[in-house]
Nanobody, 123 residues
């Protein structure tokens, strides 16, 4: 059974930082690309970042402007999202997702999803 479990979301002040983690099990992690998406109330799910299976290639949503960094540890079957200079508009539920082989910006192409972790940024 494949499981993705996000953690690290919490309430933080604007300008602060958070690191989200997504621990996986039940899949051959090193063969899967991983993505982070987010969804705010009343809005569509939005692409945040993706990393390929080896960790050698990353892509980010246009709103990142260098504030977020995705990384992975294939030895720990975990993907991370480091978020700096957080803004109130970053408030959302953040989801990690897995898909085989190459990275994708489209949430529809991901096979497995976590339950999400809430990030709230206060002004």
């Amino acid at each position: 059974q494949v499981r993705l479990v996000e953690s690290g979301g919490r309430l933080v002040q604007a300008g602060g930082s958070l690191r989200l983690s997504c621990a996986t099990s039940g899949l051959t992690f090193s063969t899967y690309a991983m993505g982070w998406f987010r969804q705010a109330p009343g809005k569509e799910r939005e692409f945040v970042a993706t990393i390929n299976s080896s960790g050698g290639s990353t892509y980010y949503g246009d709103f990142m402007r260098g504030r977020f960094t995705i990384s992975r540890d294939n030895g720990k079957n975990t993907v991370y999202l480091q978020m700096n200079s957080l803004k109130p508009e970053d408030t959302a539920v953040y989801y990690c997702a897995a898909r085989p082989s190459w990275s994708s910006r489209s949430y529809a192409t991901y096979d497995y999803w976590g339950q999400g972790t809430q990030v709230t940024v206060s002004s």
